[in-house]
C-alpha cells in the first residue's frame, strides 16, 4: 500500500466524448481513489503511462506512485483517451493487459462525426496551435492528421482491445446517455467498477465541462495585446478597476476589428461533402457498434455540427 497500487479500471476514451464529466463524477465517490501526481508535467486524469510515447518510460513503480493515497477500501482508476487512438498510439491494449489484466474498461463514445470535428477543434487550439487562428478547414486539417478519424473508428479500437481482454471487461458507453439522463450510467458505472451503485455522485451539482476551442480568455488577451504593447499600459491597468477594463475589452471585443479576430478563430464547419465522407467512413463502424454490442446509433451522423468557437461537450 505505500508503495501504491495498479489501477483496477481505467477510463480509455473516447476523445471528446465526456470523459471528463465520467471522472470528475467518479471522483465524488468515496470508495473510489483516481490518480493523482505531484508533478506539475503530468495530467491528473490523464497520466497515459501506457502511451509509450508519454509516460511508459518512468516505469511501474512510478505508475504506482499515482494511487498511493488509495485506502483499503477505495477502488483506483485512471483516464486517459490517448488509450483509444489506434493506430497513432500503437500497442496500448498489449500493454495494459500484460499490467494490469483483470483491470476493468470503460469507453464512452459520441457521435463519430461530432466527436471527430470537435478532436480537431482541440487538436488545433490546444494541442498544434494554442494560441493561433484557424488556418485548416476541417478536411485539410485530416489529410494530414488523421488521428481525429481514427478515433471515431469505435470498431477499430475496440476489436484491439478484444483481442487481448474478455468482452464482459469492456464497459461501452454513449456520451448521449451521460449527459441526458447522467443517475442510471453512473449507477451502472459504480457496479461495474465493484463500488455502491446508489452513491449519490448528483446532489452536488453538475460537474464542470471541458471546453473545446479557444477559450473566452484566450480570445481577451488577443483582444487587448495592441493596447498592452503601449509602454506604460499594463502596469497602468493593474490600478484600473476591473469594470472599466471590462468596459474596454467590450468595445475592442464588438468593434469591427474584433470581430475580424473572432472569426478567425471560429473553425470553419464541415462541409456537406465533409459530412457525406463521414457517414461513409463511419458506416461500418456504427453498424457493428448496434449489431454486436447493442449500442443505438441511429442518430448518430443527423445533427450538423455549428462550427461555432467553443464547441465542447457540455456537463450534464
Known amino acids: 500500500m505505500r508503495d501504491g497500487r495498479l489501477p483496477d479500471f481505467i477510463i480509455i476514451g473516447a476523445a471528446k466524448s465526456g470523459t471528463t464529466s465520467l471522472h470528475d463524477y467518479l471522483a465524488r465517490h468515496p470508495q473510489v481513489c483516481l490518480s493523482t501526481s505531484e508533478d506539475p508535467a503530468v495530467r491528473n486524469k490523464e497520466p497515459c503511462f501506457f502511451d509509450p510515447d508519454v509516460n511508459w518510460s518512468r516505469g511501474l513503480a512510478w505508475y504506482r506512485e499515482l494511487f498511493s493515497a488509495a485506502g483499503a477500501d477505495q477502488v483506483c482508476g485512471e483516464a486517459s483517451t490517448n488509450y483509444t487512438r489506434h493506430p497513432q498510439v500503437a500497442g496500448v491494449p498489449a500493454r495494459i493487459a500484460a499490467t494490469v489484466p483483470n483491470v476493468r474498461l470503460l469507453y464512452l463514445m459520441r457521435d463519430p462525426i461530432e466527436r471527430a470535428y470537435s478532436h480537431y477543434v482541440h487538436r488545433w487550439s490546444r494541442e498544434l496551435h494554442p494560441g493561433e487562428p484557424f488556418r485548416e478547414n476541417f478536411g485539410e486539417f485530416v489529410a494530414h492528421d488523421p488521428v481525429c478519424l481514427d478515433s471515431s473508428d469505435y470498431e477499430m479500437q475496440i476489436?484491439?482491445?478484444w483481442e487481448h481482454f474478455p468482452r464482459e471487461a469492456l464497459l461501452l458507453l454513449r456520451m448521449d446517455d451521460l449527459l441526458s439522463n447522467p443517475a442510471p450510467l453512473l449507477r451502472?458505472?459504480?457496479g461495474f467498477i465493484g463500488v455502491?451503485?446508489?452513491?449519490?455522485?448528483?446532489?452536488?451539482?453538475?460537474?464542470a465541462s471541458n471546453p473545446g476551442g479557444v477559450s473566452e480568455e484566450m480570445?481577451?488577451?488577443?483582444?487587448?495585446?495592441?493596447?498592452?504593447?503601449i509602454p506604460g499600459a499594463e502596469s497602468l491597468g493593474r490600478w484600473v478597476p476591473k469594470a472599466w477594463r471590462d468596459r474596454v475589452y467590450d468595445l475592442v471585443r464588438g468593434s469591427g476589428a474584433g470581430r475580424r479576430v473572432r472569426d478567425a478563430y471560429r473553425p470553419e464547419p464541415l462541409t456537406p461533402e465533409d459530412r457525406r465522407h463521414?457517414?461513409?467512413r463511419f458506416r461500418d463502424s456504427n453498424h457493428f457498434l448496434r449489431e454486436e454490442c447493442g449500442i443505438d446509433t441511429d442518430s448518430w451522423g443527423s445533427r450538423p455540427h455549428s462550427g461555432r468557437v467553443g464547441a465542447q461537450v457540455q456537463a450534464p
Open 219 to 229: 480570445l481577451r488577451y488577443r483582444f487587448t495585446k495592441p493596447l498592452r504593447q
Open 159 to 161: 476489436r484491439r482491445y
Open 196 to 207: 455502491d451503485p446508489d452513491c449519490d455522485l448528483l446532489t452536488a451539482g453538475p460537474v
Open 188 to 190: 451502472r458505472v459504480c
Open 278 to 280: 463521414l457517414l461513409e
